[in-house]
């Protein structure tokens, strides 16, 4: 065994290969040596836990295998995914793509300077946010409106500048989680306001509204969509028609979390119950909180609208310039929120909206092509068309699912061998995988990206 280790090559002997050096030239030296190293020491682990056992490759060999870990380690983390998923909104894939239009706008006021803060009119600085403030208040019907990173950032800020120290009223049944790191009552006590839970689960009258109001200790209401589940069956809930009058009467602002932001009504996609903005706004909220990546189809940011006294207070408070967004989600909100001054240019632009009105019957046809394309690689035993059911996901309308078509493969080995082929790809490929087979819904792969994943599956071996 020692024999073996003596005999192994130096990291310099190594480092003076053809594919290292130029990996060096690549990369830089300190890199690669440092791949070299860690290469050899697994080696000798390997040599001393199986006791001289251990095949060793030749120079070149190792040299080989160095050089092709480290260009896989040295591939960007973050790179594009054909999303075959079936999930629209999908959080752990950036949830919405941005609509040409919003890229444009991205690029055109990134690479060089832009009115990010000064009025062009009169040459003096402004408010950040009026570049889209405009915009927001014109689709909602707000008076005013403040952008952050997140609506978890817009609910944190609203709470602290409306509520710190007072009690925020909710209701037991609106206590949401949205993925592990987003739960109510922890963003409720990190802004230091304090939670004050009314009503059920299931159940909460305007009374346990009523009687948990004092005028002493209430800074606020507060309304949450649950957008991630659904309780049904003896239930009741309060509109926001009826909590604004509760609130009005005792002088209370109304804070409703409308989660995704419907700027338009969903129902024309066949999905029911997503609070649309301008109808919150229409039934008395005094500030609504939604997302810019969800059913909006915009850049990742959290929207605040409302009335403009609450507004200001909002944009007095020493959190908003922890939380305020960039130049380029500014652009790329603007530019997505200027299609839906015209609904039919919205669904035609934003990828969001157009994925969503696809007529299944179009999703059926190129899910056959594909099956067809498909069944001829090597990687793919079989492979046909089905009709499946694809979802909104991004924490929304969990129980309605969309009609969806989806490519359905048998790979010639093993799913999983497959799906992380797929996986480690550029661009990468994501399905389903279900009951052994590989699905890939034709719901969320643009049109446009066909015949690029039957590349990928090309240069895959059997
Ligand atoms: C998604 C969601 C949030 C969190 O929004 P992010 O933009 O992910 O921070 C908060 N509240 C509701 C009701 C949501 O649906």
């Excluded at 409106?145 to 709470?159: D, E, G, H, P, R």
């Excluded at 939604?290 to 408070?317: E, T, W």
Aim: aromatic share 4%.
């Amino acid at each position: 065994m020692s024999n073996i280790l003596r005999n192994l090559p130096s990291v310099s002997q190594l480092l003076e290969s053809p594919q290292l050096k130029k990996m060096v030239e690549n990369i830089n030296h300190g890199v690669v040596a440092e791949g070299v190293r860690t290469f050899l020491d697994d080696l000798r682990t390997q040599v001393v836990d199986a006791a001289g056992e251990v095949p060793i490759p030749t120079p070149t060999e190792m040299a080989d295998r160095i050089a092709d870990w480290l260009s896989n380690e040295e591939r960007p983390y973050l790179r594009r995914v054909i999303n075959g998923t079936g999930i629209v909104l999908h959080t752990g894939l950036g949830r919405a793509p941005l609509a040409a239009e919003a890229l444009a706008a991205v690029n055109e006021n990134s690479k060089s300077y832009a009115s990010v803060e000064i009025n062009l009119m009169t040459g003096e600085r402004g408010q950040r946010v009026k570049a889209v403030e405009r915009l927001i208040c014109e689709l909602t019907g707000a008076e005013a409106a403040v952008v952050t990173n997140n609506n978890a950032a817009a609910t944190m800020l609203t709470l602290s500048a409306m509520a710190a120290g007072k009690e925020v009223i909710v209701s037991r049944g609106q206590l949401i989680e949205i993925g592990g790191s987003y739960r109510l009552p922890d963003v409720m006590e990190c802004s230091g306001a304090k939670l004050k839970e009314v009503g059920t689960t299931n159940k909460t009258h305007l009374a346990d509204y009523e009687n948990a109001i004092d005028p002493e200790l209430t800074g606020a209401l507060l309304k949450v969509h649950p957008s991630n589940f659904e309780v049904i069956g003896f239930t009741k809930t309060i509109s926001t028609k009826e909590l604004s009058k509760l609130a009005a009467k005792h002088d209370l602002p109304l804070i409703d979390d409308i989660g995704s932001g419907a700027l338009l009504d969903y129902a024309q996609f066949g999905l029911r119950n997503e609070p649309v903005a301008s109808e919150s706004i229409r039934d008395g909220a005094d500030l609504i909180l939604f997302s810019g990546d969800k059913l909006i189809g915009g850049p990742q940011c959290g929207i605040i609208a409302g009335k403009k006294k609450y507004v200001d207070r909002i944009l007095k408070n020493p959190l908003m310039r922890a939380m305020r967004v960039g130049k380029m989600t500014l652009s790329a909100l603007h530019a997505t929120l200027s299609l839906y001054r015209d609904q039919e240019k919205a669904k035609q632009s934003i990828p969001l909206l157009r994925m969503l009105s696809m007529p299944a019957e179009n999703l059926k046809l190129r899910a056959e092509k594909l099956a067809s394309l498909l069944s001829a690689v090597p990687c793919v035993g079989s492979c046909e068309a089905i009709q499946e059911e694809a979802m909104l996901g991004g924490g929304s309308l969990p129980a309605q699912k969309i009609p969806t078509w989806c490519v359905s493969i048998t790979p010639a080995g093993s799913v999983d061998a497959l799906s992380a082929k797929l996986r480690s790809g550029t661009p990468a490929v994501m399905g389903r995988v279900q009951q052994g087979k590989l699905l890939l819904d034709t719901r969320t792969i643009s049109p446009a990206e066909d015949l690029e994943l039957v590349k990928v599956f090309e240069t895959l071996e059997a």
